[in-house]
Structure formats: structure tokens, C-alpha cells
């Protein structure tokens, strides 16, 4: 009998994973007026009462890109070997980390901040992990395509939202993952910030693979992030890529896409009660 | 055919001391958390266009059981279905967002509640119109009034003809005209022939709108039956010691007076009839034993006169309202009452919109005991309440010989007696 269902364990993960695809984006069809007044909700909640209103959007990532370059090419000069230019490997990977990590950061904390649109009414919930990566990718994406077309030249800024769309679709397991993770163990929001940090040193945007000390070299196949960027920085400046690049995240993403939407699915009914 | 089917659905609450117990309890397989169960297992079934009044007292299970049906709630056991729209005035406006405009969380809402955006487009003119804010629907809500905000978020749960609606405690909601537009709309559905699952305090209402009531006590269904007959058994259910106090608070016999209206009712009854604001309010309110007019009045069996003075201004655009005088002990439990819509007396109003009328308890046959007076100006129907005066005043009878209970009945004798 075990074995049987053992047997049968790939199967199910199959049928799961297509659901976890399948759902939430029929979900998005269905209810899309409403996921589009859910963002202009999120917007002018992010910038209620300030002066350039919804233009902080796309400022904030802005300055904070400007921050670096004072920082690094100005401040302490940092160049690579080689032919490509330190600044430009660095925006061309800091975008979508930004990206990646506000959508995460966001992630476990929507089912919580959204809490008044479903706690005391019926409300298709699952819609709203759905929210923070929409978001992030309105936001990043937009800078980023200018930024891509800026550094690399127009041809190459086809790719960015080809990047950014594929981002997205990577992150969809991990966003319905979080967002019950952070409403079910509220310790984990708490811890969030460590983990991103210690992502964000362990992936190469801040300097490049080559340059990690040789025994380091190996443990950079178990950090998804590094494939990705790795990807990423093949794809619009030329870098080498390999097929592990490549073939490791869609793997993990396979993996997690099931089991990410079974976990959602169980939580629904003890959300509310969760609050 | 059923509307609301409920086969074995309970609810039980699970609590966990320790945010830990969780974890543990899935490792060791041991219980650690606590349960409370708000609902057992309980079957029902509601037919379309029948009116379900639901009574009990606090905590006793009524707001769980709406909760479930209006979906905001799961059951943790049983099946449940609910056939159609179900439009549920259980927490107006809880879902709209206080950064956006008026307009936009009449959008958010509807889409909330399953229309598309053009169907909220067609129907939008009618919501405001109904909400009566059209100059601040580009507002933020955060700027409302409580008034406005309910006002607009009734209108937007309303605005489609729901197959069911569930209603918590207010038959309506806002005050003044509001209050009785509200009101009417939800008759337009009673009258329209949808079902309507309401829960309320108010016995006279759960009596004079449903056909059938349900109690609930202590998570179980006690009684389920005609509505006059629940509410006997419940209100008979008030005056034993489980029930004492229940709805009142114990200290309120104390001489409180407590008019619902934001203004006291003025001694002097020199109020001017306020135009068109409000469609009836109470200008005066006395009470008066032989001839001593005051709050706190002593009274002695089949001797004392008592006489209750109504004064009240009414909009001459509505029908005349009704009103009504409640004796209740001071546990709560209804004595007796008196109401012109049952007594069929038509009142009239003057010119200035003013009625005025006594209503006399001739040698009030109450025995020994507290009682407090309650007054209430209700519609031309007698449901809807547009002002009460709760405990407007308290009497305290004294009598003369042993007779027990509460009133004294006439009564005769007969057979081998001296006449």
C-alpha cells in the first residue's frame, strides 16, 4: 500500500502543480475589475497624502539605484576585470533582486495588512498573493526596462519584460507559500529581513561568481537566486551562462508549485480565524 | 424548496494557550489546545420566503449562525448551502478602504460582491441616489461622517435584490429619514417574497415581521416554531433565574432614564417640530400617577391611576406613527404592553405635525413589586422604531392584601359562597 502511494506521488504532484498554475490566474480572469481596484486600493495606500503621489513608485527604486552608484562608482571606485562595466552588472542584477525581495517582503505580510477585505465578508482570497507580485513587477518593471534600455541599448530591453514576466511566474509558488506562512507563523516576518539580507550577500550582483573564493564556489548551486541572476546577466550583457543556470530554478519551481497551492488551498478556511 | 440547508453544521472555536501548542500538538499528536464550541451540531432548513427571526441571548450562538450563512465563516463540521444571492448586512462597510473615494469602494464592493463593472456602472446612479451623498462621492471615505458611511455602505450591500438576506440585530440602519428608508427597503424585500434570516433583542419585532423564529441557547437550537410561540417560550425563558437580566442590565432599575434621541425629551415640551429632518420624534414623554407627575412614582394596587402622556412631532409627508408603552419588570421580562396600532385607535397630528396622546391604565392591577415604564414611536406598522424612551420612569407598587404573582386578574367566585 506505501508503495503504491509512493507510486502515485508524482502523479499527484503533477495534477497539484497544474492547479497551482491553473487557479490562480482563472481566479485573476474572473475577478479582474476586482484585482484592479485592489491595486489602485494598494497604490493609494502606499502613497496617500504625499506630494508626487504615485510617482514615488517609480522614484523610490530610483534613488535607491542612485545611492548605490554614489556609493560604488563614485565613493570607492570598484571596477571588475574585463570589459564589462562594474555599474551596469550591478543595476542589470540589482533590479530584479529588488524585485524578488519586495515581493516576498510583501508576501507575508498581505494576508494580514488586506485582512479587512476578507475577515468579515466573502472575498475571493485567492487574490491577494497575487497582489504584491503584480505590484512589484508594475513597479520594477517599468524602471527597469528603461534602465535595461539605457545601459545595453533598445534590442536588449525586449528582454527585460520577458525577464520580469518570468520573475513573476517563478515567484507565484513562493508568494501563496508566504503569504500563509506569515499569517500562520507571525515569528517568521520577524526573521524575514536576516534571510534576505544573508540572500542578497550570497548572490552575485554585488560582484560576480568568479570572484567567490574557490571553496565557496560549489554551495552556489543551492541558492536558486544565483542561477537566476546568472540568467539574467547572460541574457542582457553576455555573460556565460551554464544549462544548471537554467534548468535549477524551473526545477524547484516545478517542485514547489504544487504543494505551495495545496498549503493555500487547506489554509483558506483558518484564516480568518487566524487574525 | 430550500434556500438554507443545514445539515449537522457546528462551529467550535480551537485556542491555542501558546503560539507553540500549535506545532506540538502536530508533533506529539497530543491535544494542547482548548475548544470552545459556539455552535453544536444543528440541522435547518429554510424555505424561500419565509422570514426566520432568530433570538437568544448573548453568546449564545446567533451571530456564529449568521456568520456561516453569509460565508464569512466556515463550519468545522456538517454541510451547509446557501441557494443565491446572499446579501449580508452583518458589518456595514467593513470592507471598504478609507484612503479611497466614495466612488471607488462602491466599485471595490461590488466587485466584492460578484458584479462586473458595467453592472456597477448601471446600477451607480441609483446607489448614491439612495445613499443621499452625491456631493462626496469623490471623498475619500475617510472623511465621512459614521452616518455617510453607513449610509453609502447600506446602500451598496443593498442595491441588488438579494435571494436571501441576513440581518443582525438593526432593521435599519442611519438615522431619521435614512433610518426609515432603510427600513422600507428591506419590507420591499419581505414584500417581494425573499427569504430573510434576521437576528434581534427586540421579541416585538422577531414577532411582528416573522413567520417563524428559532432559538438558540447555548449553541443548540432550543425551540423552532411559529414565531409567536418562540418568543413566549423565550420571553418566559427571561424571567427564570438562567435568564434574569439578560437584556437589562441588574442596576437598571435605579431611577435611569434613557432616551435614545441625542437631545433629552425637553421638560418643558416647548420643542419646535423640526422640518422635514426627521421623519418622528418624541417631544415629550410623561408619567403621571393621581395626579403626581414624575420618574420614580409609588403606586398602590387596583387603587392608583397611571397615565402615560405621549407627545411626538411627525412628518406630515409620512403616515401618522404609532405608539406603544411597555410595562417590563426589572429583569428585563415583559409585563404588558399597550400599542394604538393594536388597540386600532388611527392617531392625528396638528397642523404643526404635533399629536399628543394618554394612554391610562385605570386601578392598574400590578401587583407588589419594581416596574419600569417603556415608550416607543414606532411606524404607521408598528415595526419599525423611530425613537424609544427605555425606563422613562420606574414604579414601585405596593399592595394592600397577600395576593402572589405579578397581576391581579378579575376574577369571580362561585357556588357555595356567601354573597
Given at each position: ?17 497544474c492547479s497551482g498554475l491553473v487557479e490562480p490566474l482563472r481566479a485573476l480572469a474572473r475577478h479582474r475589475s476586482l484585482f484592479l481596484l485592489l491595486l ?70 498581505v ?6 477585505l476578507y475577515?468579515?465578508?466573502a472575498f475571493p482570497i485567492v487574490l491577494l498573493p497575487l497582489l504584491?507580485l503584480v ?37 507565484l509558488?513562493?508568494a501563496y507559500?508566504?503569504s ?80 505551495a497551492w495545496?498549503?493555500f488551498y487547506?489554509?483558506q ?7 | ?110 466587485a466584492v460582491?460578484g ?305
Amino acid at each position: 500500500m506505501p508503495v503504491a502511494k509512493i507510486l502515485r506521488l508524482p502523479l499527484r504532484l503533477a495534477v497539484h502543480a497544474c492547479s497551482g498554475l491553473v487557479e490562480p490566474l482563472r481566479a485573476l480572469a474572473r475577478h479582474r475589475s476586482l484585482f484592479l481596484l485592489l491595486l489602485r486600493r494598494d497604490l493609494a495606500d502606499r502613497t496617500s497624502g504625499t506630494v508626487l503621489g504615485f510617482s514615488w513608485l517609480l522614484v523610490q527604486p530610483a534613488l535607491q539605484m542612485l545611492a548605490f552608484w554614489f556609493l560604488l562608482e563614485l565613493v570607492l571606485q570598484v571596477r571588475f576585470p574585463g570589459r564589462i562595466g562594474f555599474l551596469d552588472y550591478f543595476l542589470v542584477g540589482m533590479l530584479p533582486w529588488l524585485l524578488i525581495s519586495e515581493a516576498v517582503m510583501r508576501s507575508t505580510a498581505v494576508l494580514n495588512d488586506l485582512s479587512s477585505l476578507y475577515s468579515r465578508m466573502a472575498f475571493p482570497i485567492v487574490l491577494l498573493p497575487l497582489l504584491p507580485l503584480v505590484m512589484a513587477g508594475a513597479i520594477f518593471g517599468m524602471v527597469y526596462i528603461v534602465l535595461v534600455g539605457l545601459l545595453a541599448g533598445p534590442l536588449a530591453a525586449l528582454y527585460a519584460p520577458l525577464i520580469i514576466a518570468a520573475l513573476l511566474l517563478w515567484l507565484l509558488p513562493l508568494a501563496y507559500l508566504l503569504s500563509v506562512v506569515g499569517l500562520f507563523v507571525r515569528d517568521f516576518r520577524q526573521f524575514l529581513p536576516f534571510v534576505l539580507t544573508m540572500f542578497m550577500y550570497l548572490t552575485p550582483f554585488l560582484y560576480m561568481p568568479q570572484m567567490l573564493p574557490e571553496a565557496m564556489q560549489p554551495f552556489m548551486v543551492l541558492n536558486p537566486l544565483a542561477d537566476i541572476l546568472a540568467v539574467v546577466h547572460h541574457l542582457i550583457l553576455g555573460l556565460p551562462v551554464t544549462a544548471g543556470n537554467w534548468i535549477r530554478p524551473w526545477l524547484l519551481w516545478l517542485v514547489l508549485l504544487g504543494p505551495a497551492w495545496v498549503i493555500f488551498y487547506r489554509a483558506q478556511p483558518h484564516m480568518r480565524e487566524a487574525l | 424548496m430550500s434556500v438554507i440547508a443545514l445539515r449537522g453544521v457546528g462551529k467550535t472555536y480551537v485556542h491555542y494557550e501558546h503560539v507553540l501548542d500549535r506545532l506540538r500538538e502536530v508533533v506529539t499528536g497530543r491535544r494542547c489546545h482548548r475548544e470552545h464550541v459556539a455552535l453544536h451540531p444543528l440541522d435547518l432548513a429554510v424555505e424561500a420566503g419565509e422570514v426566520v427571526g432568530v433570538v437568544g441571548l448573548n453568546g449564545a450562538g446567533k451571530s456564529t449562525l449568521l456568520k456561516l450563512l453569509a460565508n464569512t465563516l466556515q463550519p468545522s463540521m456538517g454541510r451547509l448551502e446557501v441557494r443565491g444571492r446572499v446579501s449580508a448586512l452583518l458589518e456595514l462597510g467593513a470592507g471598504f478602504h478609507p484612503e479611497m473615494s466614495g466612488r471607488d469602494n462602491v466599485y471595490l464592493s461590488g466587485a466584492v460582491m460578484g458584479l462586473t463593472r458595467e453592472q456597477v456602472d448601471a446600477l451607480y446612479d441609483s446607489i448614491v441616489d439612495f445613499a443621499g451623498i452625491a456631493d462626496f462621492m469623490g471623498e475619500p471615505v475617510k472623511n465621512y461622517s459614521s452616518g455617510m458611511f453607513v449610509r453609502l455602505a447600506f446602500s451598496v450591500a443593498t442595491c441588488v435584490t438579494p435571494d436571501v438576506l441576513i440581518v443582525d440585530e438593526a432593521l435599519s440602519v442611519g438615522d431619521g429619514i435614512f433610518a426609515r428608508k432603510s427600513f422600507d427597503r428591506i419590507m420591499q424585500f419581505k414584500q417581494a417574497g425573499k427569504t430573510i434570516f434576521f437576528c434581534s433583542h427586540s421579541l416585538y419585532q422577531v414577532e411582528a415581521l416573522c413567520d417563524r423564529a428559532v432559538w438558540i441557547h447555548e449553541g443548540r437550537v432550543r425551540e423552532d416554531g411559529p414565531a409567536s410561540v418562540v418568543v413566549a417560550a423565550y420571553n418566559g425563558f427571561l424571567g427564570t433565574p438562567g435568564g434574569a437580566g439578560a437584556i437589562v442590565p441588574a442596576d437598571a432599575g435605579a431611577g435611569a432614564a434613557a432616551v435614545t434621541h441625542a437631545d433629552p425629551v425637553a421638560a418643558d415640551g416647548a420643542v419646535q417640530p423640526a422640518p422635514g429632518a426627521i421623519t418622528a420624534r418624541l417631544l415629550k414623554v410623561e408619567v403621571e400617577v393621581d395626579g403626581v407627575v414624575g420618574r420614580r412614582l409609588q403606586l398602590t394596587t387596583h387603587r392608583s391611576n397611571l397615565a402615560v402622556r405621549i407627545r411626538f412631532v411627525s412628518d406630515a409627508a409620512s403616515p401618522v406613527p404609532t405608539v406603544a408603552v411597555a410595562l417590563t419588570g426589572t429583569d428585563g421580562r415583559m409585563i404588558t404592553s399597550a400599542g394604538s396600532l393594536n388597540d386600532q385607535r388611527q392617531l392625528l397630528r396638528d397642523t404643526n405635525g404635533v399629536t399628543e396622546v394618554t394612554l391610562s391604565f385605570p386601578r392598574l392591577a400590578l401587583l407588589k413589586g419594581r416596574y419600569a415604564v417603556n415608550i416607543y414611536l414606532l411606524c404607521e406598522r408598528g415595526i419599525h422604531c423611530y425613537e424609544e424612551a427605555a425606563q422613562i420612569a420606574e414604579i414601585e407598587v405596593s399592595q394592600e392584601g397577600l395576593e402572589q404573582g405579578v397581576v391581579s386578574l378579575p376574577h369571580e367566585w362561585a357556588g357555595s359562597v356567601e354573597s
